[in-house]
Nanobody
Framework: QVRLVERGGGLVQPGGSLRLACVGS????????MGWFRQAPGKERNFVAG????????SFEDSVKDRFTISRDNSKNSVYLQMINLKPEDTAVYYC??????????????????????WGQGTQVIVSS
């Protein structure tokens, strides 16, 4: 059974930083493209950032591209989201997603939920003073 586990969420003041981590395990899981999505209360789940299997291609939602960084460690089946200068509007549950290794995903595809095969349970990020 493939499993993605996120950690690193919490309460932070505006202007603060957080680093989210997601680790995949189980079954015959091999890391393909990975991404982060978020869902604020009463809103749809939206794309935040994505990274190709090689790590050479990344994509960001416009409102975070100057503040968030995505990286990965394939030896650990892990993806990370470094968030700086956090704003109250960043408050949401953040979900990790991963695609099967065999699925080719181009840069545009990184932002589509349908590109991913596995999802984590989410970690809460609250930005508030």
């Amino acid at each position: 059974q493939v499993r993605l586990v996120e950690r690193g969420g919490g309460l932070v003041q505006p202007g603060g930083s957080l680093r989210l981590a997601c680790v995949g395990s189980g079954g015959s899981f091999s890391t393909g493209a990975m991404g982060w999505f978020r869902q604020a209360p009463g809103k749809e789940r939206n794309f935040v950032a994505g990274i190709s299997q090689s790590g050479l291609t990344t994509s960001f939602e416009d409102s975070v591209k100057d503040r968030f960084t995505i990286s990965r460690d394939n030896s650990k089946n892990s993806v990370y989201l470094q968030m700086i200068n956090l704003k109250p509007e960043d408050t949401a549950v953040y979900y990790c997603a991963a695609a099967q290794m065999e699925r080719y995903i181009d840069r545009d595809g990184l932002s589509r939920m349908s590109s991913y095969d596995y999802w984590g349970q989410g970690t809460q990020v609250i930005v508030s003073s």
